[in-house]
């Protein structure tokens, strides 16, 4: 059975950083491209950042390059999203999930909130 556990999520000034964890069970981790993605209140969720298998290609949407970093440990079956700089925009439920597999059930999530 697929599952994701993300983690590491919590409230957090504007400016600051949070590092996301998620952790990936039932298949085979190495061999697929995995995403973070996030849902704000009131809006659809989105794909911000995926990382290749092997995790030489990253790619980001660009209203948080240059912020946020994608990573993958594939010993250990987890990816990884190093979030700096954390804008008020940037709240928002976050989520990891393999990109391009529909029928992957969703995690629980890790609610991200930045406010002063």
């Known amino acids: 059975q697929v599952q994701f556990a993300e983690s590491g999520g919590g409230l957090v000034q504007p400016g600051g950083s949070l590092r996301l964890s998620c952790a990936a069970s039932?298949?085979?981790?190495?061999?697929?491209?995995m995403g973070w993605y996030r849902q704000a209140p009131g809006k659809e969720r989105e794909l911000v950042a995926d990382?290749?298998?092997?995790?030489?290609?990253?790619n980001y949407k660009d209203y948080v390059k240059g912020r946020f970093t994608i990573s993958r440990d594939d010993a250990k079956n987890m990816v990884y999203l190093q979030m700096n700089n954390l804008k008020p925009e940037d709240t928002a439920v976050y989520y990891c999930?393999?990109?391009?597999?529909?029928?992957?059930?969703w995690g629980q999530g890790t609610q991200v909130t930045v406010s002063s």
């Open positions: 999930k393999r990109k391009g597999q529909s029928r992957d059930n």
């Open positions: 039932g298949f085979m981790f190495r061999a697929y491209v």
């Open positions: 990382i290749s298998f092997g995790g030489s290609v990253t």
